[in-house]
């Protein structure tokens, strides 16, 4: 279970790492994301069955919304000359990035709250699954970047852009 909640980590942050991040910076991103997976579940634990019903769609489509947005952001700075980005994956664009890909960890809690499951041994390897699974895609998005060269940032774009819609569409 914990392989199969981090493979949208995994996929997305393949495209993040086009962007040639540093290796410290890579480190960062998957350890935030991975405190989000050990966080988001138990959250889920928590908050039990009922308050799912009423906000789960809604959380995908805000996921989904971010990703979206990141995308069109990495997108348009490819065409502009020496302009920052608006939502970078660091500080707040580090978190939302970390809080879109956790969100599927979240309604994995509400359903272990509900089986029982042995809380602590499930969410910490929730975390260290997603942290390994997104510096292996960030690694591999940034070796990848050097054979696409400056169209990498806009595939790495497009790539959140799809995996955006793709989790709107689904919701």
Same mark, same amino acid.
Request: glycine share 12%.
């Given at each position: 279970m914990a392989f199969a909640l981090s493979m949208d980590a995994f996929s997305l942050s393949i495209g993040m790492g086009l962007a040639k991040?540093?290796?410290?910076?890579?480190?960062t991103i998957g350890m935030t994301v991975g405190g989000l997976h050990v966080l988001m579940p138990l959250i889920g634990i928590f908050l039990g069955k009922?308050?799912?019903q009423y906000i789960g769609l809604f959380a995908f489509v805000i996921g989904? #919304? *971010?990703? *979206?947005?990141?995308?069109l952001q990495m997108i348009v700075s490819t065409f502009q000359d020496n302009s920052g980005p608006v939502l970078s994956p660091t500080g707040w664009g580090l978190?939302?990035?970390?809080?879109? =890909?956790? !969100?599927?960890?979240?309604?994995? #809690?509400?359903? !272990?709250?509900?089986?029982?499951?042995?809380?602590?041994?499930?969410? =910490?390897?929730f975390g260290w699954m997603s942290a390994v699974l997104t510096w292996l895609g960030l690694i591999i998005g940034r070796k990848m970047g050097n054979f696409i060269g400056g169209?990498?940032?806009? !595939?790495? #774009?497009?790539?959140?852009?799809?995996?955006? *819609?793709?989790?709107?569409?689904?919701?």
């Open positions: 991040l540093r290796y410290r910076h890579i480190a009922l308050l799912s989904g #919304g *971010v990703l *979206v947005f990141i995308g978190l939302l990035f970390s809080i879109s =890909v956790s !969100l599927d960890s979240f309604s994995a #809690g509400l359903s !272990l709250g509900m089986l029982g499951a042995k809380t602590w041994v499930t969410i =910490v390897s169209y990498s940032e806009w !595939l790495g #774009g497009a790539i959140l852009i799809a995996f955006g *819609v793709k989790i709107i569409i689904a919701a």
